[in-house]
């Protein structure tokens, strides 16, 4: 498989070189030159197979022989060495729970197999890489634990000081070895502003070459299509209308689900649901694609004013609007609409869920309400509630238990540097 610039100002490369530069030279974005057909006989009864199995046939095909079947089936494996159990809540209704793994957000999926894949590519040609990345909350932790120990690999994370979580700030922070934390005086865009600025710095590049690991990167990005498999794996035998709503912000995780359809795999539609950053529903509703400033909100993982890959879902459907209002629908809420869907799923169903799964079942009630005929939702429950403690105890006065792994980093030593500005980071990266 070859992967184009969407700028189309770059060559098209392989799979390994995509991963390592994050980016195309022209800036763009990389997105492959063909989509995979899937067996559609294969594709009819998933659970004749095991998950690693069905994920392996998935990947495959985008990555070739640049990484043995053998060692390619391993990645995988122990990339999704956790469950993706989906709560009934009615029988129109399941939260697909994907915050199961070290970090308890979905991101660890993405983080894990890229760090796997570059190991792999350090282990037959050794070359010093850092990979940079800005942190809202959840990527940081989850990049943190997924490179951690990984040769050839270090890693230095952004995020802005005060701004994240306890819980998030101990994951991103108390690793240590390959792992560096800079603590940004500023907000999140200024950490983003910073990661864009030193990936264009030649100065830098000549001494430290950088790649991202946010879902700009090929290898963090596609195998989110494996929780759209394990779900519609689970879920074939019911024979009804699929449909899912995914809790978006870079909207890289509903893309690849959307990629996931496009290889044959039986879902009916998407829906996009959104805080009140809504470029993409906008553009949805009037056909015009505007940017906006991030409006901060209380899901704050998804607080992403111009999302980077709306450009790959325009790509998906060639640019074809109409075709895209039948795959994909969206829909915007307020912080106090996330809050009262909170209360509504503890009340209806006894169920805790976080502001972003909250936001993905708001969008589910409104799609199901305009559907006569049968079809089954799925909501993705992208973060563990704990995450998001004080929303959901002071919106449910109830309080949520912490679960082991958490009690015990709680306790670890935070390290982190602080930064003031882009000058700080530059001579950071230059020297150590
Ligand atoms: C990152 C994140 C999202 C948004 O996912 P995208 O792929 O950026 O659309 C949603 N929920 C949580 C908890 C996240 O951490």
Not at 140 to 152: E, K, N, T
Not at 333 to 339: F, H, Q, V
Request: proline share 5%.
């Amino acid at each position: 498989m070859k992967y184009s610039s969407l700028n189309y100002n770059s060559v098209a490369t392989n799979f390994p070189t995509a991963v390592r530069s994050g980016l195309a030279p022209d800036r763009g974005l990389y997105f492959p030159e063909h989509i995979p057909q899937l067996d559609s006989q294969w594709l009819r009864n998933l659970a004749a197979h095991s998950i690693p199995d069905i994920c392996f046939e998935a990947i495959h095909p985008f990555i070739g022989n640049h990484i043995p079947e053998e060692k390619l089936f391993q990645i995988v494996e122990e990339t999704l060495s956790f469950d993706f159990p989906i709560a009934h809540l009615n029988n129109q209704i399941g939260a697909l729970e994907l915050f199961h793994g070290p970090t308890l957000a979905f991101k660890d999926v993405g983080a894990r197999f890229m760090a796997r894949c570059l190991g792999y590519f350090n282990s037959q040609k050794q070359e010093q890489l850092t990979v940079l990345v800005a942190t809202s909350g959840d990527t940081g932790g989850a990049v943190a634990d997924g490179f951690l120990g990984v040769q050839g690999i270090d890693v230095v994370i952004l995020y802005p000081k005060g701004k994240v979580s306890n819980i998030q700030e101990k994951q991103l922070t108390t690793q240590g070895q390959n792992i560096r934390a800079l603590e940004v005086e500023g907000v999140f865009d200024d950490c983003q502003d910073m990661v864009k600025t030193a990936f264009l710095d030649d100065q830098i590049k000549k001494v430290r070459p950088l790649t991202s690991a946010n879902s700009i990167n090929i290898a963090r990005w596609l195998p989110q299509m494996f929780y759209y498999f394990i779900a519609v794996r689970a879920l074939q035998e019911r024979n009804e209308k699929l449909v899912f709503s995914v809790p978006s912000g870079n909207f890289g995780n509903i893309c690849a689900g959307m990629m996931a359809q496009k290889m044959g795999l039986g879902i009916d539609h998407f829906i996009a649901a959104n805080n009140r950053n809504d470029a993409v529903i906008n553009y949805l509703n009037t056909g015009v694609y505007e940017p906006k400033k991030t409006i901060p909100t209380l899901s704050n993982a998804m607080d992403v004013g111009d999302p980077s890959n709306f450009i790959r879902i325009q790509k998906i459907v060639n640019n074809d609007l109409t075709l895209l209002k039948k795959i994909l629908s969206g829909f915007s809420y307020s912080d106090a609409e996330t809050k009262k869907a909170i209360e509504e799923l503890y009340k209806n169903y006894q169920y805790i869920a976080d502001p972003h799964g909250a936001v993905g079942y708001l969008g589910l009630k409104d799609y199901l309400n305009e559907k006569d005929t049968p079809h089954y939702g799925v909501f993705l429950e992208t973060a563990h509630p704990v995450k998001f403690l004080d929303v959901v105890e002071s919106t449910l006065s109830t309080e949520v238990p912490l679960p082991k792994s958490i009690q015990k980093l709680m306790t670890k030593e935070k390290l982190s540097q602080e930064i003031q500005n882009y000058e700080d980071l530059k001579s950071y990266l230059m020297q150590s």
